[in-house]
């Protein structure tokens, strides 16, 4: 089975602190994705990447940056995390082959909250 | 700007009671549509839909796509307290060159004992 995992489950920060959120996965995907999820509003993505050191800006990348050394590892980075920036923080990966399903795998999420 | 709706917002059932969740989409280049149950925690997989009017099965869930009207319901039938989740319907933009997906809101079931 896939599995995805997100370092913390639940994560309180100051606001002005730089904040790391890790993902790992261990199936091998070129794909890995950086979304935040918020009442009414979805999932929304923040970031992606299609291989090592490659990375493409989603639908709201203002405030966060990426990083992919690895290719199982993900990293979405928040240089100076702020109040608006709480949420949920949910990570994906999938295969870059086209099969019948070609799914996103999801992560368990991390909850943080910036004070 | 490629969009996906769900309803209802929320809906409470009782065990045993059959439910339909809905899903509609604008997208430019649409190339398929997933739906995927989040408990608590990770969203998991449940259909991809490419063709009209080919009913996916699993178990008691089901899911059907309609490209010409640009919708999708998702059915369960004979509810279970396990089935309380939200229901997330997202939707393939292949326009860009990666797998980019739509996500709608949500439908949050919960079934009653």
């Known amino acids: 089975d896939v599995k995805v995992t997100q370092s913390s489950r639940y994560l309180v920060k100051r606001t002005g602190e730089k904040v790391f959120l890790e993902c790992v996965q261990d199936?091998?995907?070129?794909?890995m994705f950086w979304y935040r999820q918020d009442p009414g509003l979805g999932l929304r993505l923040i970031y992606f990447?299609?291989?090592?050191?490659?990375?493409e800006k989603g639908d709201i990348p203002e405030g966060y940056s990426v990083s992919r050394e690895k290719k199982e590892r993900f990293s979405l980075i928040l240089e100076s995390a702020s109040t608006n920036q709480t949420s949920m923080y949910l990570c994906?990966?999938?295969?870059?082959?086209?099969?019948?399903?070609?799914?996103?795998?999801f992560g368990p999420g991390t909850r943080l909250t910036v004070l | 700007e490629d969009k996906v709706v769900q309803s209802p917002l929320s809906l409470v059932v009782h065990e045993g009671d059959t439910v339909t969740l809905n899903c509609s989409y604008e997208?430019?280049?649409?190339?398929?549509l997933l739906w995927y149950k989040q408990e608590k925690k990770a969203p998991t997989f449940l259909f991809m839909l490419?063709?009209?009017?080919i009913e996916k099965k699993s178990g008691r869930l089901s899911s059907i796509l309609d490209k010409k009207e640009l919708f999708s319901i998702l059915n369960i039938t004979a509810t279970q307290t396990g089935d309380s989740a939200v229901y997330l319907c997202?939707?393939?933009?292949?326009?860009?060159?990666?797998?980019?997906?739509?996500f709608g809101t949500g439908t949050r079931l919960l079934v009653s004992p």
């Open positions: 994906a990966s999938s295969s870059l082959v086209r099969g019948p399903y070609n799914e996103q795998f």
């Open positions: 199936m091998d995907h070129e794909n």
């Open positions: 990447s299609y291989d090592v050191k490659m990375k």
């Open positions: 997208v430019t280049n649409f190339r398929s």
């Open positions: 490419t063709s009209s009017g």
């Open positions: 997202a939707v393939e933009d292949g326009n860009t060159g990666f797998q980019k997906l739509v």
